[in-house]
């Protein structure tokens, strides 16, 4: 059974464990900087270390859940012990050209996911680097495949994704809970309009991937002449709701690129 080390159990690196684990088919260490998540990730039943080096020492596969901003000192200090191994990173911003100069030796894939891998319906880019095999992207597939829908994806685009599916998330439930507060003020009781949002958000996301239709045709069944939903289609437009959505997505991208650059000027 191979083992997979995950450096760093916050929020996003604590969920992978529990997503690996529960598969079945791996050995899961992890270690953290911080005793409280390291107390809360052996619970789950995981070998735990304060050491990075004693994590990684025994490890098929390193997982890097930290910070852009401590990916390097991390490398740095395990690089004489990832030689030959696959290394994956969900650091935003820090290229594989980047992490291959710090060790030369290993093989290493960037990952962005983002928090919807805590239920399992995440979109999760993959990008290897120049070292990494077939069998290598093949592997972190699996690793991440049961924690949403893995695509692979050229590096170039990876600051994109970070701003559009990585922020993502967090712009959507912005926009249930708008749909929850409108609930309330025609008069329905906040549990139940925020079930009723959730609902259709959830429900108008599964017709379009399970190819009912692009999402204007679909609209278009709903909007009847002359009928309720045009009128709030028509509030919705003046109210610029596409742009805003664009212009969100836009920023969460430049800036994403603007972390980016500084490492892409050392490579």
Known sequence: MQTV??????????????NIIKTGEYRVVATDVDPNRRMLVKSYGVEVFESNRDAVKNSDLVILAVKPREVEAVLN???DLIGGKLVISI????????????????RFIRVMPNILIEVGEAF???????????????????????????????ENLMDAVTGFSGSGPAYV?????????AGVKIGLPKELALRIAARMMLGSAK????????PMELRDMVATPGGTTIM?????EKGGIRATIMNAVEAAFKRARELSEPLSQTD
């Open 5 to 18: 080390c995950v450096i760093g159990v916050g929020k996003m690196g604590s969920t992978m464990v529990r």
């Open 77 to 79: 200090d395990v690089k």
């Open 124 to 154: 999760i880019a993959i990008c290897p680097g120049s070292r990494a095999t077939e069998e290598d992207v093949e592997l972190a597939s699996r690793v991440f495949s049961r924690m949403g829908e893995v695509a692979r994806v050229k």
């Open 207 to 214: 017709m379009v991937l399970e190819g009912k239709g692009r």
């Open 232 to 236: 709030g289609i028509y509030e919705l």
């Open 91 to 106: 650091a935003a911003a820090v290229t594989l050209k980047h992490m291959e100069k710090i060790a030369a030796d290993a």
């Open 173 to 181: 439930f912005t926009i249930i809970d708008a749909f929850a507060d």
